[in-house]
């Protein structure tokens, strides 16, 4: 069967450099309205009226049912980056840097970023699954005819549960991540606990930790900003709601990947 | 004669460059029933988007009791909203709440009633549609799909709107549900001397519900009369769509 006269699906299947550039672009061409939509839900969440109880609802849902995710991803990273750099470190004889390198790795970059991937996947496609189904089942129209704005009740209150809950999720990542590390080491290559533990805390600064919640904070509105944007978009049917989920996992991932770096230049920048 | 509830002049509304609403002109008194005819996509749903302000018409004007939202938003637009009511066509309930907070929406969060002040009148409003109180705690999942109408009735209902739109109110049920809910549309709509507004295309539920029938075609109104003439419109349009035959000035769907 010849490339053309394959059914679209399974063309863009056989082919995921071509599936991956088609969502990129897609995103790309989205963000002038996706702007419009942040600045909106923006606004909504620093003016009143707020909704308390979504605010908290959603504060569960996205935060509290994370954490068996988070710290399953955190405690993995931990002890597969204290391995590598024990294999590297020990090409210059310099193994005993583990425990620093692990807690700099993870507080300013592994430990914010596992997280908001993870949630890109957990928490993005299901907002944008739910509101899509929302969307495609009238629910969203009947709430603007019962005088509740879509963008105050649902959107507001995932933003501001996206951004204050990462990065508490992203403490609990950090602590987690560095127990692995550790675990690893004393457990497997025979670094002495207390050492260990001593090394850790007198190496990390405030601003590590700042600059991994800072992270956090920008992470957390991307993913639920992604999440309610796409499923605002949604189209009718089991499909619509598939690809809006989809588009908001991976809008979220790349988004992320990338503010990570434009975050962490300007960090260099200011010298933090 | 009184000034009418709403009025729709030469309201047009198109997507992209296919027009939906071509001129619409339409009209409801206070109290009067008016059902919309029309066959799948000619823009019915549309219609009541843009009466509603979920969609904004091209041009043309809507009249409110005087007041134009046509483009109104914001606190103008929730007045209007607040004296009106909305059955969807699939019911349209919040899944992730129960029956009683989904009637009692409204009340809870744009009136600011007590939780259980809403509730009672949650409960009272389902009593009407004739659903017993130990479903207000249910979720509308756990409902049949004609119960799930009747809550969305209560719904519409329980903030004494003036004028109720009903989106397809008997789709997807069997016919005796469908006249059920009928009846109750009836019923409830004179207790609370609303004006409604419906669209579907089943004749049964028109010729019960309507006091006065407008038949929607190509994004125009095509016809108009009192329910009691569209037996005898002389329209062959509407003669075809009465009478359900795929032969006619009207070419089917397909």
């Known amino acids: 069967?010849?490339?053309?006269?394959?059914?679209?699906?399974?063309?863009?299947?056989?082919?995921?450099?071509?599936?991956?550039?088609?969502?990129?672009?897609?995103?790309?061409?989205?963000?002038?309205?996706?702007?419009?939509?942040?600045?909106?839900?923006?606004?909504?969440?620093?003016?009143?009226?707020?909704?308390?109880?979504?605010?908290?609802?959603?504060?569960?849902?996205?935060?509290?049912?994370?954490?068996?995710?988070?710290?399953?991803?955190?405690?993995?990273?931990?002890?597969?980056?204290?391995?590598?750099?024990?294999?590297?470190?020990?090409?210059?004889?310099?193994?005993?840097?583990?425990?620093?390198?692990?807690?700099?790795?993870?507080?300013?970059?592994?430990?914010?970023?596992?997280?908001?991937?993870?949630?890109?996947?957990?928490?993005?496609?299901?907002?944008?699954?739910?509101?899509?189904?929302?969307?495609?089942?009238?629910?969203?129209?009947?709430?603007?005819?019962?005088?509740?704005?879509?963008?105050?009740?649902?959107?507001?209150?995932?933003?501001?549960?996206?951004?204050?809950?990462?990065?508490?999720?992203?403490?609990?990542?950090d602590i987690i991540g560095v127990m692995g590390g550790w675990a690893v080491s004393v457990f497997g290559l025979g670094f002495d606990s207390t050492t260990y533990l001593r090394n850790t805390v007198d190496f990390v600064t405030t601003e590590d930790i700042a600059v991994g919640l800072i992270k956090a904070v920008v992470f957390g509105g991307i993913i639920a900003i992604m999440g309610c944007f796409h499923g605002d978009r949604s189209t009718a049917g089991a499909t619509g709601v598939g690809r809006a989920a989809t588009f908001a996992m991976v809008g979220a991932a790349i988004l992320i990947l990338a503010f990570n770096y434009i975050l962490s230049s300007l960090f260099v920048e200011l010298g933090l | 004669m009184s000034p009418p509830l709403l009025m729709l002049q030469d309201v047009r509304k198109s997507f992209g460059a296919k027009p939906v609403l071509d001129g619409v002109s339409l009209d409801v008194a206070a109290g009067k029933s008016l059902v919309i005819l029309g066959g799948s996509g000619t823009g019915k749903s549309v219609t009541l988007k843009l009466i509603l302000g979920l969609l904004r018409p091209d041009s043309g004007r809507i009249v409110f009791d005087g007041d134009d939202i046509t483009f109104s938003q914001g606190k103008a637009r929730e007045r209007m909203r607040a004296r009106t009511g909305m059955l969807f066509q699939s019911g349209a309930l919040f899944d992730s709440l129960t029956v009683w907070e989904n009637v009692a929406f409204r009340l809870l969060n744009s009136e600011r009633l007590g939780r259980k002040d809403a509730r009672d009148r949650a409960v009272a409003s389902l009593k009407q549609v004739h659903l017993a109180p130990d479903v207000a705690d249910l979720r509308p999942a756990e409902l049949s799909g004609g119960m799930q109408k009747r809550v969305g009735l209560a719904r519409?209902?329980?903030?004494?709107?003036?004028?109720?739109?009903?989106?397809?109110?008997?789709?997807?049920?069997?016919?005796?549900?469908?006249?059920?809910?009928?009846?109750?549309?009836?019923?409830?709509?004179?207790?609370?001397?609303?004006?409604?507004?419906?669209?579907?295309?089943?004749?049964?539920?028109?010729?019960?519900?309507?006091?006065?029938?407008?038949?929607?075609?190509?994004?125009?109104?095509?016809?108009?009369?009192?329910?009691?003439?569209?037996?005898?419109?002389?329209?062959?349009?509407?003669?075809?769509?009465?009478?359900?035959?795929?032969?006619?000035?009207?070419?089917?769907?397909?």
């Open chain 1, 1 to 173: 069967m010849s490339n053309a006269s394959m059914p679209e699906t399974t063309r863009l299947a056989t082919n995921p450099v071509r599936w991956l550039g088609r969502a990129t672009l897609a995103v790309l061409q989205e963000v002038g309205e996706l702007a419009v939509f942040f600045l909106s839900v923006a606004l909504a969440s620093l003016t009143p009226r707020w909704y308390p109880g979504q605010i908290l609802r959603q504060m569960v849902t996205i935060g509290f049912y994370s954490l068996p995710v988070v710290g399953l991803s955190a405690v993995f990273i931990g002890a597969a980056l204290a391995l590598n750099i024990y294999t590297g470190g020990s090409r210059y004889g310099a193994e005993q840097f583990v425990p620093n390198i692990v807690v700099l790795g993870i507080t300013r970059e592994l430990g914010v970023t596992i997280t908001g991937l993870m949630l890109a996947g957990r928490v993005s496609a299901g907002i944008a699954a739910e509101i899509g189904a929302m969307r495609v089942t009238e629910q969203i129209d009947a709430l603007s005819t019962l005088s509740a704005r879509p963008t105050r009740y649902l959107y507001a209150p995932r933003f501001l549960a996206g951004v204050i809950t990462l990065p508490l999720l992203v403490i609990i990542a």
């Open chain 2, 156 to 254: 519409a209902i329980v903030g004494r709107p003036e004028l109720i739109f009903f989106d397809e109110p008997t789709t997807g049920l069997d016919p005796i549900t469908a006249d059920a809910i009928n009846d109750l549309i009836l019923e409830q709509t004179r207790a609370l001397g609303a004006a409604a507004i419906s669209i579907t295309h089943d004749m049964a539920s028109a010729r019960k519900i309507a006091d006065e029938i407008a038949m929607l075609h190509a994004g125009r109104i095509i016809w108009r009369g009192p329910a009691s003439a569209i037996e005898a419109s002389g329209n062959d349009y509407v003669d075809q769509f009465v009478h359900g035959r795929a032969v006619g000035p009207i070419q089917p769907a397909l």
